[in-house]
């Protein structure tokens, strides 16, 4: 786990990093959003699960987080949903039905505790109205993307994500052209579908979260990005199928990537190190 820090109105992201072999580090982030009913979206990697949670119980008791949203169930948003869900007895999750239907195959997730969200659907909990899409690039057919309409945040998911040769929690700290280096990277790996589609299609469904005219995009694998730096981020995802697919000499894996985290992790703690 990395620092805590802030990336909007009561918006606060519970980061770590993910290191891809030759590539460089891949940010994986968490967000916690108070408020009337405070929102934790993603819950971190297995790797980090006892950090993720002591830092996300440093900000909140456990009593009042209301919400975790899922956005796929990939591991690396998923370390720490069960435990989260034991500890905080009146959470409830929101997640796809695919999705749900993964994590229920690793743990016993009561169904009353459980709202499913298609693309399309908005909803409010309490002070926030939320809406939900499927986002351009993604790994699981169970991705949602989740805008908040109280203060124009986009959390994307994987999509629109990076690798840095430098941790940051800005775009803002990042040189452009890295930045955008790792984006390419990270949005053809995750979903090398896409130089294969229609490319009107697939800038149509940029286009339709453009639209939203977002005040910033968090991403659960990037830095912060703010203001008139959002659109920079669609026009890029906008030319992605126009781009050479992703065919390395090695496939980007990033199951493999995890998995060799957490045994480096498991080594580091059985020698007693730090990992």
Do not use: C
């Not at 690793?106 to 499913?116: L, N």
């Not at 026009?235 to 045994?263: N, T």
């Not at 992790?265 to 190190?273: I, K, L, N, S, V």
């Amino acid at each position: 786990m990395r620092e805590i820090y802030t990336a909007g109105p009561d918006i606060s992201v519970l980061p770590s990093i993910l290191p891809i072999p030759d590539l460089g580090d891949q940010p994986v982030n968490g967000f916690l959003l108070r408020g009337a009913e405070p929102l934790l979206v993603d819950t971190g990697m297995p790797v980090d699960r006892e950090g993720f949670i002591e830092a996300l119980w440093s900000l909140i008791d456990p009593s009042e987080l209301r919400w975790i949203a899922v956005t796929h169930d990939d591991r690396d948003h998923t370390g720490a949903v069960a435990a989260l869900l034991d500890a905080a007895p009146q959470a409830k999750l929101i997640t796809n039905g695919i999705s749900l239907t993964r994590l229920t195959e690793e743990f016993a997730i009561p169904k009353e505790r459980v709202v499913t969200a298609n693309p399309g659907n908005r909803f409010k909990i309490a002070d926030r109205e939320l809406s939900f899409y499927r986002p351009p690039t993604f790994d699981s057919p169970g991705t949602l993307a989740v805008f908040d309409h109280a203060d124009g945040t986009l959390f994307s998911s994987d999509s629109f994500g990076t690798v840095l040769q430098n941790y940051a929690q800005d775009i803002s700290d990042i040189p452009e052209e890295e930045f955008f280096a790792g984006f390419d990277v990270l949005n053809r790996a995750i979903a090398p579908w896409t130089a294969l589609v229609d490319v009107h299609k697939f800038q149509k469904s940029v286009r339709t979260l453009a639209k939203l005219r977002p005040a910033r995009l968090l991403s659960g694998h990037g830095p912060t990005v703010e203001g008139e730096r959002v659109d920079s981020l669609f026009r890029a995802m906008a030319r992605i199928p126009e781009l050479p697919a992703w065919l390395p000499g090695a496939d980007l894996d990033l199951e493999a990537a995890l998995d060799a985290h957490e045994a480096s992790a498991d080594a580091a703690a059985g020698t007693g190190e730090a990992a």
